[in-house]
């Protein structure tokens, strides 16, 4: 289940960050390296109509820290690579993320972390095809 970092009405995207990320060292020390990256993008979301949550996993271990974008009937993001000190790049992406019209992140613009970072982009399931 997903625990609120900051809760702002009306947010049009939500940042979700994995917080059971840990760093390069694999350290099981708290706050997790993930917990880190949440707080830092809570930090840079003070002012801004961005939801802020982090999830126990996403499964992207591989990639370390990660964190996803998404918003309501759009394309979902996944990211990972991403440092403790990744907060405002990952708020710089949700604020150009909530101004696409045609509901896809734009590359232009896009901070580089969250362009060499990209995992997955996931469709939303009203463009999703049954196979006949």
Known sequence: MAEDIRDPDGSDVTIVVCSSCRDETGSDARPR???????????????????????????????????????????????GDLTTESGPDLIAGAKLFATAADGILPWRGRPDSLKRGLVARIPPLAIVKDIS
């Not at 003070?46 to 918003?71: F, T």
């Open 33 to 79: 390296a993930g917990e880190l990256l949440a707080q830092d993008a809570a930090r840079a979301a003070a002012n801004e109509n961005i939801r802020v949550r982090q999830v126990e996993c996403l499964g992207n271990c591989k990639r370390r820290l990660s964190a996803a974008l998404l918003r309501d009937g759009c394309w979902s993001y996944v990211f």
